[in-house]
C-alpha cells in the first residue's frame, strides 16, 4: 500500500471543514494568471426557494472525523438583516489533523432569499503555512464575479475576472438551497454553484429515506448524493448529504469521498439567531 500523504489530507479536509466538499472549484492561487471560466450549461440553474420552506435563521454545529480522529468542528449560521441573509461558516481543525496541519477559516456570504443568489463573498484561510483573504462581488447585470485576493504572508495582490450566469449559488449556501428544492426519492437537479469567482455546475439526486442515529438523535432523512458535473472535481468526488424528512430540511449529517479520504460530518446541535 502506497504511504498516505498527511499533508494532502489534512488540506482536503480543511476545505471540507468549511462544509465545501465536492461543490469546490480548485482555488485561485495569487500568483495564477487570470482565466476566464466556462458559463454553466444551459439547464444548470438556480429555482427560486418554494413557498412552504423558509430559509432558516440558525446556527449549525458539526464535528468531523477522518477514520478514527477528531478532524476538527465547523459552525455554520444564517441570519436575516432587512432584504438580506447572511451566511458564515468558520472551520477549526482538532486533534490529530492539528498537529500537522493547523487550520482556522471564515467565510462570508451575503445571498438574496428571494432568488437564492449569492450576491457577494468574503473568505479568510488560514491553512498550514498559507494565510490568504479573498473578496468576491458578483455583478449579475455584467455577467462577472470579481475577486480581489490577497496573500497575507507576502502582501501580494490579484484582481480577477470571470465570466458567470445570470443566478448562482455558493459552497455554503449550496446546501441549504439543496434543503429549499422539492426533495423526495428520484428528484435531481444540477446548478450552478461559484467559489472564488469560478462557477462549476453540481448535480444533486435523491437516492432513498433513511434512518439515522446522531449525537443529536435519531431522525428519519433523506439521502441526497452530489457531486460536481463540471470543472477540476469532476468525477472523482462524491458528498452524501442526509437532510431531515420534513418542513425543516436540517442537514444532519454528511459524508465525502476523495480517494482514499473519507471524512463524516455529524449534527452536533442547532440554535435559533
Known amino acids: 500500500m502506497a504511504p498516505i500523504n498527511i499533508s494532502n489530507v489534512a488540506c482536503f479536509a480543511t476545505q471540507l471543514l468549511a462544509l465545501i466538499a465536492v461543490l469546490i472549484t480548485s482555488q485561485v492561487s495569487i500568483s495564477q494568471p487570470a482565466k476566464a471560466a466556462a458559463v454553466s450549461v444551459p439547464a444548470s440553474r438556480i429555482l427560486a426557494p418554494s413557498r412552504p420552506y423558509s430559509l432558516p ?11 478514527m480522529f477528531s478532524a476538527g468542528i465547523s459552525i455554520v449560521s444564517m441570519q436575516r438583516s432587512g432584504s438580506i441573509l447572511h451566511v458564515t461558516a468558520t472551520a477549526d481543525s482538532a486533534g490529530f489533523p492539528d498537529k500537522v496541519f493547523h487550520v ?3 467565510f462570508n456570504a451575503e445571498v438574496d432569499p428571494r432568488s437564492f443568489c449569492t450576491l457577494h463573498v468574503s473568505k479568510h484561510n488560514d491553512e498550514g503555512p498559507h494565510r490568504r483573504d479573498f473578496n468576491i462581488a458578483l455583478d449579475y447585470a455584467q455577467a462577472k464575479s470579481r475577486v480581489d485576493a490577497i496573500d497575507l504572508k507576502t502582501s501580494e495582490t490579484k484582481h480577477i ?6 443566478c448562482v449559488t455558493d459552497v455554503v449556501s449550496g446546501f441549504f438551497y439543496v434543503a429549499s428544492l422539492p426533495l423526495a426519492p428520484g428528484f435531481s437537479q444540477t446548478f450552478p454553484v461559484n467559489d472564488n469567482g469560478k462557477t462549476i455546475d453540481a448535480r444533486v439526486e435523491v437516492e432513498s429515506r433513511e ?3 446522531g449525537p443529536s438523535g435519531e431522525f428519519r432523512t433523506l439521502r441526497v448524493k452530489a457531486e460536481p458535473i463540471s470543472g477540476p472535481m469532476k468525477g472523482k468526488a462524491v458528498l452524501w448529504v442526509w437532510f431531515t424528512d420534513d418542513d425543516r430540511r436540517m442537514p444532519v449529517q454528511m459524508k465525502s469521498k ?4 473519507t471524512l463524516l ?3 452536533q446541535r442547532t440554535e435559533q439567531n
Open 57 to 67: 435563521a440558525a446556527k449549525y454545529v458539526f464535528s468531523v472525523r477522518w477514520q
Open 265 to 267: 460530518f455529524q449534527l
Open 161 to 166: 475576472e470571470f465570466d458567470i450566469p445570470p
Open 258 to 261: 476523495l480517494g482514499f479520504a
Open 211 to 213: 434512518t439515522i442515529k
Open 104 to 106: 482556522h477559516d471564515l
